[in-house]
């Protein structure tokens, strides 16, 4: 079955420890992008990439990295300069970014980080 | 930068009640999607709507769409326990998708 596999599914870190956080889809999809959801704010998107080896900052970038070597991958770092990193993390893919339809996403069934 | 707003935050219904959520955008939307996310879980795509005034319907679900192409709600007639979860909205701007922050639904039994 097509889908998104994101994992660890839950992850304790202690604080000034980075963490990986890995995503894989096998739907062919060109986009990807990673969401943080905290209780009561919704999703907000952290970074996306419409294409191999490239990606941008979404609206809360700082404290994190990303990188996109293989279509199908694209892991998440939540390294010690991100202040508040105790969340839900979200992965979702899209065919393409933009309108017209190609931008409906598939989620992941998320990360749930837990710092120390 | 670009918002979408979404009311009300929680709501709860008993059991074969209606209920609505509601969308707004501070800029025109090239389209709107409405995902629901069950406890614990991740959300999932319902539906997707493109044209001004649209309006879509899934069983119980009626989605609109504004004529402006600023605001959306999503309505739902009879509520069942099967439809507690949270639901988002989100509107495509210049690139992105912009998400709601989501309304709470709670069915009392």
């Known amino acids: 079955d097509g889908g998104i596999t994101q994992s660890p599914k839950y992850l304790f870190r202690k604080e000034g420890q980075n963490v990986t956080l890995s995503c894989e889809q096998n739907l062919n999809h060109d986009a990807m992008y990673w969401y943080r959801q905290d209780p009561g704010q919704g999703l907000r998107l952290i970074y996306y990439s419409q294409i191999v080896n490239d990606f941008q900052k979404g609206d809360i970038a700082e404290g994190y990295s990303v990188s996109r070597e293989k279509k199908e991958s694209f892991p998440l770092t939540v390294t010690s300069a991100q202040k508040n990193p105790t969340a839900f993390y979200l992965c979702?893919?899209?065919?393409?970014?933009?309108?017209?339809?190609?931008?409906?996403?598939?989620f992941g069934a998320g990360s749930r980080l837990t710092v120390l | 930068g670009q918002q979408v707003m979404q009311i009300p935050q929680y709501q709860h219904v008993q059991e074969g009640e209606d209920f609505t959520t509601y969308c707004n955008s501070s800029?025109?939307?090239?389209?709107i999607q409405w995902y629901k996310q069950r406890p614990g879980g991740h959300p999932v795509f319902l539906i997707q709507?493109?044209?001004?005034?649209e309006v879509k319907k899934q069983k119980r679900l009626t989605f609109q769409f504004g004529e402006a192409k600023k605001n959306s709600s999503l309505h739902i007639t009879a509520t069942q326990t099967t439809d507690v979860g949270t639901y988002f909205c989100a509107g495509t701007g210049a690139n992105n998708l912009f998400f709601g922050t989501g309304t709470r639904l709670t069915v009392i039994p």
């Open positions: 709507l493109v044209k001004s005034g």
């Open positions: 979702a893919s899209s065919a393409r970014t933009g309108s017209g339809g190609a931008n409906v996403l598939t």
């Open positions: 800029t025109t939307l090239s389209n």
